[in-house]
């Protein structure tokens, strides 16, 4: 089993910046990749940003040159930086794990808010 815990969440202005965290424990050695999706209301859940254990990324489009997402592997840890933040990344965001045999692991979220 793989826990995941997010962290970071909060109300910024637009124009702002978050750095969410996401704490990795368990059977860490089984998770390929890692990633972060987000949920509006009324809305499916989406990619945000993935990051593999080689350290390759992909963003979804509407993040791209604004998120950055990272990883610590000493503190088990994956990050999402994100700048010049805009009402509509209003969203829970989920941190996710990838393991072997197509098994996923969910975070319970944290959400942030962004004013205009």
């Known amino acids: 089993q793989v826990q995941l815990v997010e962290s970071g969440g909060g109300l910024v202005q637009a124009g702002g910046s978050l750095r969410l965290s996401c704490a990795a424990s368990?059977?860490?050695?089984?998770?390929?990749?890692m990633g972060w999706y987000c949920q509006a209301p009324g809305k499916q859940r989406e990619l945000v940003a993935t990051?593999?254990?080689?350290?390759?990324?992909n963003y979804a489009d509407s993040v791209k040159g604004r998120f950055t997402i990272s990883r610590e592997n000493a503190k088990n840890t994956v990050y999402l930086q994100m700048n010049s933040l805009k009402p509509e990344d209003t969203a829970v965001y989920y941190c996710?794990?990838?393991?072997?045999?197509?098994?996923?692991?969910w975070g319970k979220g944290t959400l942030v808010t962004v004013s205009s």
């Open positions: 996710r794990g990838q393991g072997r045999y197509g098994i996923v692991y």
């Open positions: 990051i593999t254990n080689g350290g390759s990324t």
């Open positions: 368990g059977n860490i050695f089984s998770i390929n990749s």
